[in-house]
Nanobody
Framework: QVQLVESGGGLVQAGGSLRLSCAASGSIFSINAMGWYRQAPGKQRELVATITSVGSTNYADSVKGRFAISRDNAKNTVYLQMNSLKPEDTAVYYC?????????????WGQGTQVTVSS
């Protein structure tokens, strides 16, 4: 069974840091882009950061300079280092990955991990 499993969310004070991890498991041939999205209460899901298979990154303007996305291709894992956190970063964070399986390419999502930043 192919799945993405996130970890690392929690409660942190403003100015603090958290590191999210997302591991893809199952019968995966290869992984293209991986990324993180977030959804705050009452708002639409939005892109936070993405990273290609060769390491090219893209960030939302709101997190540039504070967040860093990285990946370990040997472990099929993507990370999101979040520094200088603000209350407006509070949201459920979702991992996303483009996975090549035996039957083709598919877009997978993790179950989400809550990040809460207190002021």
């Amino acid at each position: 069974q192919v799945q993405l499993v996130e970890s690392g969310g929690g409660l942190v004070q403003a100015g603090g840091s958290l590191r999210l991890s997302c591991a893809a498991s199952g019968s995966i041939f290869s992984i293209n882009a991986m990324g993180w999205y977030r959804q705050a209460p009452g708002k639409q899901r939005e892109l936070v950061a993405t990273i290609t298979s060769v390491g090219s990154t893209n960030y939302a303007d709101s997190v540039k300079g504070r967040f860093a996305i990285s990946r370990d291709n040997a472990k099929n894992t993507v990370y999101l280092q979040m520094n200088s956190l603000k209350p407006e970063d509070t949201a459920v964070y979702y991992c996303n990955a483009e996975l090549r399986l035996a039957s083709g390419w598919y877009d997978y999502w993790g179950q989400g991990t809550q990040v809460t930043v207190s002021s």
